[in-house]
């Protein structure tokens, strides 16, 4: 049974509704940044703060070696997870990639109350740097299999989507 991936940018919904579609397909849910955070012993900000970017994107890779190959899961991905090829080729091997997508608005309005938690997203204009790494990682997402706007969707809206749209695509 191969994996539901639910990837895309921060503030999309891929946490919570991953929770959802897996107590709803009965699978195992994992989200890769808490799964580095107890590996890492420190939240994922600390990790930025302390190692940069480039460290704990090291840490995502060894993440995805070690979840992607064990099937019938359902795994909530980091924003950047399909900037590394090989991350890519992991995550594709053994699942479907599902990926979430907002508006700038939407996304700013749900990160808004999590801006100190959210490295990439520090500075005085957060629209602004939103805009430009979607900009940025838009061909690593184009990447998916299956592509679910949450704009105007609830988070059990969203899960009913993943499950009718990847159920279609696994048959």
Known sequence: MKNIV????????????GRLVAQRLKRPFVD??????KKAGR????IF???QEAGFRKL???????????????????????LDEENVKRLKANGIL???TATTEVILKRTLATLPH????????PQER???LLALRAPSYALADLTIDTSGLTVKEVAEEIVKKAGEKHE
């Open 49 to 51: 703060a302390d190692s």
């Open 32 to 37: 890769l940044d808490r799964w580095i955070e």
């Open 60 to 82: 995502e890779q060894e993440a995805v070696e070690e979840v992607a190959p064990k099937p019938g899961q359902v795994i909530a991905a980091g924003g950047g997870v399909l």
């Open 6 to 17: 639910l990837v895309g940018f921060m503030g999309t919904g891929k946490s919570a509704a």
């Open 98 to 100: 599902v990926c979430l």
């Open 130 to 132: 939103i805009e430009e």
């Open 118 to 125: 959210r490295p990439l997203l520090q500075g005085p204009r």
């Open 43 to 46: 939240a994922v900000a600390q």
